[in-house]
C-alpha cells in the first residue's frame, strides 16, 4: 500500500475525480453487520432467559462473521486483505507519535494502529463466540457443545465468556473513541467511508483505488461459513443445564 505525506499528483482526468473507491462491499456489510449482531447479542442477554435463543442466534452471527472475515483478509480486495495492512508493532508506534505532532502519513486503507485494533478485535470477538458455544447457566439454556466438555470447563468458559464482553466493549469504546479523534485530528470522515466506500481523492493514491468488490467470492465464502456452523451445531454432543457434560 502507497503511504501518502502529501497529496500524490494526478493526471488531468484522474484529478476531476473527488473521491476514490477503497473499502469494497463484502468489508462494509461485514462491518455494520458486526455491529447489529455485537448489539443484539448484548441486548438479548440483558433481556433474560427468554430471550436466550435469540442471543444464540446472534452469536452465531457475529462467529459467521468473523470467520468470513479472516477468510476474506486472506482472499479478498485489496485493503481487505491482511498483507495490506499488517505491519510491525514499532509502525504503530511511529504513527501514534506522527499522529500526535499532527504530521502522520495517509494510508488508503487501515493505518498501523487501526491494523492492530482490527486483528485485536476480530481475536477477541472469535474467542467470544467460541467461549459461547460452551457455556452452561445451570438453569435453563447450555451452549451447542457444552456437552462436549466437562461442566467444570464449561462454567469457567461460562464465566470468561460474560468477563470477555466487557473486555470487547472497552476495545469497541477505544475504536469509536479513536475514529472520533481521527476525524478531529486528520479531518477524514471514517464512518462515512465505511458506509460508501470512498474516500477524498487527495488521501488516496490513484493505484491504491479499488476496482472491484469480488461479490461472487465473498457470497460464496460467506454461504460455505454459515453451512460449516450450522453442521457442526446440529451433531453437537446434548448437554443439560445442570448435567455433567457428558
Known amino acids: 500500500m502507497t503511504v501518502i505525506d502529501r497529496p500524490p499528483e494526478t493526471g488531468a482526468a484522474d484529478a476531476q475525480k473527488a473521491e476514490r473507491l477503497v ?11 458486526l455491529v447489529v449482531s455485537f448489539i443484539g447479542a448484548y441486548v438479548t442477554n440483558r433481556l433474560g432467559v427468554a430471550w436466550f435463543d435469540w442471543h444464540v442466534r446472534f452469536g452465531y452471527a457475529v462467529l459467521t462473521l468473523v470467520v468470513f472475515r479472516v477468510l ?8 481487505a486483505r491482511f498483507a495490506s495492512f499488517l505491519r510491525h508493532p514499532r509502525e504503530a508506534w511511529f504513527y501514534a507519535r506522527g499522529l ?16 492492530l485494533m482490527v486483528v485485536g478485535l476480530l481475536l477477541g470477538l472469535l474467542a467470544q463466540a467460541t ?15 457444552a456437552g462436549a466438555v466437562s461442566k467444570e470447563t464449561s462454567l469457567l468458559l461460562t464465566s470468561l465468556h460474560r468477563k470477555g464482553f466487557y473486555v ?31 474516500k477524498r481523492a487527495e488521501s488516496v493514491h490513484p493505484k491504491d483505488e479499488i476496482t472491484t468488490s469480488r461479490l461472487p467470492l465473498a457470497a460464496t465464502l460467506l454461504l460455505v461459513v454459515a453451512i460449516a456452523l450450522a453442521a457442526l451445531t446440529s451433531i453437537a454432543p446434548v448437554a443439560s443445564a445442570g448435567g455433567d457434560g457428558f
Open 131 to 145: 467461549m459461547g458455544l460452551f457455556a452452561n447457566d445451570e438453569i435453563f439454556n447450555v451452549g451447542p457443545f
Open 23 to 33: 473499502w469494497d462491499l463484502p468489508v462494509r456489510l461485514f462491518h455494520w453487520s
Open 100 to 115: 500526535l505532532r499532527g504530521g502522520a502519513p495517509l494510508y488508503a486503507g487501515h493505518n498501523p494502529l487501526g491494523a
Open 168 to 198: 470487547l466493549a472497552a476495545a469497541v469504546f477505544i475504536h469509536v473513541a479513536a475514529v472520533i479523534a481521527y476525524v478531529l485530528v486528520k479531518r477524514e470522515n471514517l464512518v462515512r467511508a465505511m458506509v460508501t466506500g470512498y
Open 72 to 79: 476474506w483478509g486472506l482472499f479478498g480486495a485489496k485493503h
